[in-house]
C-alpha cells in the first residue's frame, strides 16, 4: 500500500469489506440453522451452543494474538492466510457429518476469522491517510460490519430452507477464493515489524485454554450435574488458576499480549465490563429467539431470518446516522445509558412472549428497541473505552473491546443455554406441554439477560467517567490515531 492516490485503493478496500463481511456472517449465519443442524446431527439444546461458541471462543480468544502477529509478519500476508483457513474451514463445516468434526470445524473457522479481521481496520487507514477519505472509507467498512448480521439471518434462512443446513459454509468457498484472489493482486505487501520482536504465544495458549475451558464447565458438567458437583467446582477451579496464570504471565513478560497498565484507566476497564455484561444478556436473544420462534411459532428457517431483520437494520442505522450525533452533542456516557436502557426493556418483553404470540404484537416492537438500544449503545461504548486510553495503547483497547464481545457472548449463551434447557426439562417434568416447557425456558433466560443490562447500567454510572464529545475537527483525527494501531 501506498502514499500515491491511487483509483484503485477504493476497489481494495471493498475487497477487504467483502472479508470482513464473510467473517460477520458467519458469526450470524448459524442461528437460523440451528434447528436444523440438532436434527440432523442429535445435539442437545445446551450442546448445540457449541456450533456458535467454538467460533467465538477461538475468534474472541486469538484475535489480539492475530493482530500482533500481522505487526511482526505483515498484514497482508496475516489477511491472506486468514482467508486460507476460514475457506478451509469452511469446507470440513460443510462436509461434517458429526457433532465433532463440526464443532472442530467452527473452532478453526473462528481462527481464521481473527486472522482475517484483525489486520483489516489497519490495512485501510494506511491505504486512506487524508482524514476526510479516511473518515469515508471507515463509514463504509462500518456498514458492512453492521449490516452484515441482516445478511447472515437472511442468508442462512434462505440457504437452510432451499438446500439444507450444510450450504450456509459452502457459500463461504467461491467468496473467500474471489476475495483472495483479488486480494492478492490488489493489496500491496508491507513489511512487518519482525517476529524476533515476540508475540507472547504462552500467554495466548493460557487465556484460550482459560475461556474454552470456562464454556466447557458451562455446557457440559454444570447441566448435567449442577452447579455445584465436584466435576463443575473442579473445572471452575482449573479455569480460575489457568486465568491467575494469564494474569501473571502478562506481568511478567517482556511483550505481553495485554499490558496490565490498560486497566488502570476506569473507562477502559469500566466500558470493558458494561460491554461484556450487555452482550451477555443480549447475545442469547439471537440464539434462544431462533429457536423460539422455530421450536413454539413454527416459522421456518427464511421466517426466522426475516424476524429478526428489523433489529439489525435498525441497529445499523442508528450506529452510522444516530450515534456519532449523540455523542458528539451529549457525550458518549449520557448516549450510553438509554441504549442500554433499550436493550434491557426489549429483553424484558421478550420474556413476555406467550407460546401463542403473534409477530407484529409480541416480537417486532421489542426487536425494533433492541436493535435502536444496541445502535446507540455500542458506539458510545467504544469511544468510552478509547477515551481512557493513551496514544500507545489505543490498539489495544480497541483489541479489548472486539475480544470482550466475542468472549462476553460466547459465556453468556452458554450460561442462559444451560439454564433454559433445565429450566424446559423441569417444566416438562412438572407436566407442561412441549411448547409451554420450552417457552418457559426461554422465557428465564430473557430475564437473566435483562438483569445482566442492568448490572451493566449501575457499572456505566458508578465507574464511567464522562467523556468529552469530539469536535467535528477532532473525529477523523481520532479515528485515524486509533485505527492505525489496531492489529
Known amino acids: 500500500m501506498t502514499a500515491q492516490p491511487d483509483p484503485r485503493r477504493w476497489i481494495a478496500l471493498y475487497v477487504l469489506c467483502v472479508g470482513m463481511l464473510m467473517i460477520v456472517l458467519d458469526a450470524t449465519v448459524v442461528n437460523v440453522a440451528l434447528p436444523s443442524i440438532q436434527n440432523d446431527l442429535g445435539f442437545s439444546q445446551s450442546g448445540l451452543a457449541w456450533v456458535v461458541n467454538a467460533y467465538l471462543i477461538a475468534f474472541g480468544g486469538l484475535l489480539l494474538l492475530a493482530g500482533r502477529i500481522g505487526d511482526l509478519v505483515g498484514r497482508k500476508a496475516m489477511f491472506m492466510a486468514g482467508l486460507g483457513v476460514f475457506t478451509v474451514a469452511s469446507v470440513l463445516c460443510g462436509v461434517a457429518n458429526s457433532q465433532g468434526?463440526?464443532?472442530?470445524?467452527?473452532?478453526?473457522?473462528?481462527?481464521?476469522?481473527?486472522?482475517?479481521?484483525?489486520?483489516?481496520?489497519?490495512?485501510?487507514?494506511?491505504?486512506?491517510?487524508?482524514?476526510?477519505?479516511?473518515?469515508?472509507?471507515?463509514?463504509?467498512?462500518?456498514?458492512?460490519?453492521?449490516?452484515?448480521?441482516?445478511?447472515?439471518?437472511?442468508?442462512?434462512?434462505?440457504?437452510?430452507?432451499?438446500?439444507?443446513?450444510?450450504?450456509i459454509f459452502f457459500i463461504n468457498i467461491p467468496i473467500g477464493i474471489v476475495t483472495a484472489v483479488l486480494a492478492s493482486r490488489l493489496l500491496e505487501r508491507d513489511k512487518g515489524i519482525g517476529i524476533r520482536e515476540g508475540a507472547d504465544l504462552p500467554g495466548a495458549l493460557l487465556i484460550t485454554s482459560c475461556l474454552m475451558l470456562t464454556v466447557y464447565t458451562i455446557v457440559k458438567p454444570a447441566a448435567e450435574d449442577g452447579w455445584g458437583s465436584g466435576r463443575t467446582l473442579g473445572l471452575g477451579a482449573a479455569a480460575v488458576a489457568l486465568l491467575l496464570a494469564f494474569l501473571a504471565r502478562e506481568a511478567t513478560a517482556r511483550n505481553p499480549l495485554v499490558p496490565l497498565r490498560?486497566?488502570?484507566?476506569?473507562?477502559?476497564?469500566?466500558?470493558?465490563?458494561?460491554?461484556?455484561?450487555?452482550?451477555?444478556?443480549?447475545?442469547?436473544?439471537?440464539?434462544?429467539?431462533?429457536?423460539?420462534?422455530?421450536?413454539?411459532?413454527?416459522?421456518?428457517?427464511?421466517?426466522?431470518?426475516?424476524?429478526?431483520?428489523?433489529?439489525?437494520?435498525?441497529?445499523?442505522?442508528?450506529?452510522?446516522?444516530?450515534?456519532?450525533?449523540?455523542?458528539?452533542?451529549f457525550g458518549a456516557r449520557t448516549a450510553l445509558l438509554p441504549g442500554l436502557g433499550l436493550i434491557a426493556l426489549s429483553l424484558l418483553l421478550f420474556a413476555r412472549a406467550p407460546v401463542d404470540g403473534t409477530y407484529l404484537v409480541d416480537v417486532f416492537p421489542l426487536m425494533v428497541l433492541l436493535g435502536a438500544g444496541a445502535g446507540t449503545a455500542f458506539p458510545a461504548l467504544m469511544t468510552l473505552s478509547m477515551?481512557?486510553?493513551?496514544?500507545?495503547?489505543?490498539?489495544?483497547?480497541?483489541?479489548?473491546?472486539?475480544?470482550?464481545?466475542?468472549?462476553?457472548?460466547?459465556?453468556?449463551?452458554?450460561?442462559?443455554?444451560?439454564?433454559?434447557?433445565?429450566?424446559?426439562?423441569?417444566?416438562?417434568?412438572?407436566?407442561?406441554?412441549?411448547?409451554?416447557?420450552?417457552t418457559g425456558g426461554y422465557h428465564l433466560a430473557f430475564l437473566i439477560g435483562a438483569a445482566l443490562v442492568g448490572t451493566a447500567i449501575v457499572v456505566a454510572v458508578t465507574v464511567l467517567r464522562p467523556a468529552p464529545a469530539p469536535t467535528a475537527d477532532e473525529a477523523p483525527a481520532a479515528a485515524e490515531g486509533v485505527y492505525s494501531e489496531v492489529a
Open 101 to 167: 468434526l463440526l464443532i472442530a470445524a467452527r473452532f478453526v473457522q473462528g481462527l481464521g476469522g481473527a486472522m482475517t479481521s484483525a489486520v483489516i481496520l489497519g490495512m485501510i487507514v494506511t491505504m486512506f491517510p487524508e482524514p476526510r477519505e479516511q473518515a469515508k472509507a471507515i463509514g463504509v467498512f462500518s456498514f458492512v460490519a453492521s449490516g452484515g448480521g441482516s445478511v447472515g439471518l437472511l442468508a442462512g434462512g434462505v440457504l437452510t430452507q432451499s438446500i439444507n443446513w450444510h450450504w
Open 262 to 329: 490498560i486497566f488502570r484507566s476506569r473507562n477502559v476497564s469500566g466500558a470493558n465490563a458494561v460491554q461484556a455484561l450487555s452482550v451477555a444478556g443480549m447475545f442469547g436473544t439471537f440464539f434462544l429467539g431462533a429457536l423460539y420462534f422455530q421450536r413454539v411459532l413454527g416459522y421456518d428457517a427464511l421466517q426466522t431470518g426475516l424476524a429478526f431483520l428489523p433489529t439489525t437494520l435498525v441497529m445499523g442505522t442508528c450506529s452510522l446516522r444516530l450515534s456519532e450525533r449523540l455523542i458528539m452533542r
Open 387 to 438: 477515551s481512557g486510553a493513551t496514544p500507545r495503547d489505543a490498539g489495544l483497547a480497541s483489541g479489548l473491546v472486539n475480544t470482550t464481545v466475542q468472549v462476553g457472548g460466547a459465556v453468556g449463551l452458554a450460561v442462559l443455554a444451560t439454564l433454559s434447557a433445565t429450566r424446559s426439562a423441569t417444566l416438562s417434568g412438572r407436566g407442561a406441554s412441549v411448547a409451554s416447557s420450552l
